[in-house]
Protein backbone atom coordinates (compact mmCIF):
# COMPACT_ATOMS: atom_id res chain seq x y z
CA UNK A 1 0.00 0.00 0.00
CA UNK A 2 0.81 3.64 -0.20
CA UNK A 3 -0.13 6.10 1.65
CA UNK A 4 -0.13 10.06 0.91
CA UNK A 5 -0.33 13.33 2.59
CA UNK A 6 -0.82 16.46 0.91
CA UNK A 7 0.13 19.98 2.34
CA UNK A 8 0.64 23.22 0.98
CA UNK A 9 -2.96 24.59 0.32
CA UNK A 10 -4.03 27.74 1.16
CA UNK A 11 -5.68 31.36 0.54
CA UNK A 12 -3.94 33.41 -2.10
CA UNK A 13 -4.36 36.53 -4.59
CA UNK A 14 -5.26 36.15 -8.02
CA UNK A 15 -1.20 36.24 -9.64
CA UNK A 16 -0.28 34.77 -6.49
CA UNK A 17 2.05 31.32 -6.16
CA UNK A 18 1.56 28.30 -3.72
CA UNK A 19 3.49 25.22 -3.40
CA UNK A 20 1.93 21.85 -3.02
CA UNK A 21 3.63 18.80 -1.82
CA UNK A 22 2.40 15.13 -1.67
CA UNK A 23 4.68 13.03 0.41
CA UNK A 24 4.92 9.00 -0.14
CA UNK A 25 5.14 6.36 2.28
CA UNK A 26 6.87 4.53 -0.20
CA UNK A 27 9.57 5.60 -2.62
CA UNK A 28 8.57 7.57 -5.54
CA UNK A 29 10.82 5.44 -7.75
CA UNK A 30 8.87 2.18 -7.10
CA UNK A 31 5.79 3.98 -7.98
CA UNK A 32 4.77 3.84 -11.89
CA UNK A 33 3.51 7.51 -11.64
CA UNK A 34 2.07 10.16 -9.81
CA UNK A 35 -0.35 12.62 -10.44
CA UNK A 36 -1.60 15.80 -9.39
CA UNK A 37 -6.07 16.02 -9.57
CA UNK A 38 -8.15 19.03 -8.60
CA UNK A 39 -11.96 19.25 -7.92
CA UNK A 40 -13.32 22.62 -8.30
CA UNK A 41 -16.83 23.29 -6.21
CA UNK A 42 -19.67 21.70 -8.46
CA UNK A 43 -17.19 19.94 -11.08
CA UNK A 44 -15.45 16.99 -12.01
CA UNK A 45 -12.56 16.35 -11.13
CA UNK A 46 -9.44 17.04 -13.58
CA UNK A 47 -6.15 15.61 -13.62
CA UNK A 48 -4.00 18.69 -13.79
CA UNK A 49 -0.25 17.37 -13.74
CA UNK A 50 1.41 14.10 -14.15
CA UNK A 51 4.61 12.21 -13.67
CA UNK A 52 5.61 8.71 -15.00
CA UNK A 53 8.41 8.06 -12.77
CA UNK A 54 9.87 5.30 -15.01
CA UNK A 55 10.18 7.45 -17.90
CA UNK A 56 10.28 10.88 -16.36
CA UNK A 57 7.80 11.96 -19.34
CA UNK A 58 5.43 14.63 -17.51
CA UNK A 59 1.98 15.77 -18.75
CA UNK A 60 -0.06 19.15 -17.71
CA UNK A 61 -3.94 20.08 -18.37
CA UNK A 62 -3.96 22.54 -21.28
CA UNK A 63 -5.84 24.53 -18.12
CA UNK A 64 -2.31 24.89 -16.67
CA UNK A 65 0.11 24.67 -18.75
CA UNK A 66 2.75 27.36 -18.23
CA UNK A 67 1.61 27.79 -15.22
CA UNK A 68 2.22 24.73 -13.30
CA UNK A 69 5.31 22.80 -12.69
CA UNK A 70 5.42 19.19 -11.10
CA UNK A 71 8.56 17.90 -10.15
CA UNK A 72 9.96 14.84 -7.88
CA UNK A 73 12.18 14.89 -5.25
CA UNK A 74 13.56 11.14 -4.59
CA UNK A 75 14.86 11.98 -1.63
CA UNK A 76 12.12 12.87 0.05
CA UNK A 77 9.48 11.02 -1.51
CA UNK A 78 7.75 13.55 -2.72
CA UNK A 79 6.12 15.34 -5.67
CA UNK A 80 5.72 18.73 -5.76
CA UNK A 81 3.10 21.04 -7.58
CA UNK A 82 4.12 24.98 -7.94
CA UNK A 83 1.85 27.09 -8.99
CA UNK A 84 2.18 30.15 -10.65
CA UNK A 85 0.20 33.30 -12.22
CA UNK A 86 -2.83 31.75 -9.87
CA UNK A 87 -6.32 32.62 -11.17
CA UNK A 88 -9.73 32.07 -9.37
CA UNK A 89 -10.66 29.15 -11.43
CA UNK A 90 -7.79 27.27 -10.48
CA UNK A 91 -9.79 27.17 -6.77
CA UNK A 92 -10.56 23.52 -5.63
CA UNK A 93 -9.15 20.71 -3.43
CA UNK A 94 -5.83 19.79 -5.08
CA UNK A 95 -5.78 15.39 -4.24
CA UNK A 96 -2.31 13.17 -5.34
CA UNK A 97 -2.25 9.77 -6.45
CA UNK A 98 0.27 6.89 -7.06
CA UNK A 99 -0.22 4.21 -9.22
CA UNK A 100 1.52 1.46 -8.08
CA UNK A 101 1.24 -2.48 -8.21
CA UNK A 102 -1.81 -2.15 -10.39
CA UNK A 103 -4.05 -0.24 -7.66
CA UNK A 104 -4.55 3.86 -7.22
CA UNK A 105 -4.19 5.31 -4.42
CA UNK A 106 -5.19 9.36 -2.73
CA UNK A 107 -4.56 11.12 -0.66
CA UNK A 108 -7.21 13.13 1.05
CA UNK A 109 -6.22 16.13 -0.73
CA UNK A 110 -5.76 20.20 0.36
CA UNK A 111 -7.71 23.04 -0.30
CA UNK A 112 -6.66 25.70 -3.01
CA UNK A 113 -8.67 29.14 -2.85
CA UNK A 114 -7.64 31.62 -5.11
CA UNK A 115 -9.16 34.93 -4.43
CA UNK A 116 -10.08 37.74 -7.44
Known amino acids: QVQLVESGGGLVQAGGSLRLSCASS????????MNWFRQAPGKQRELVAQ????????NYSESVRGRFTISRDNAKNTVDLQMNTLKPEDTGVYSC?????????WGKGTLVTVSS
Open 26 to 33: KSILDIYA
Open 51 to 58: IINSSGRI
Open 97 to 105: NAVFGGSIY
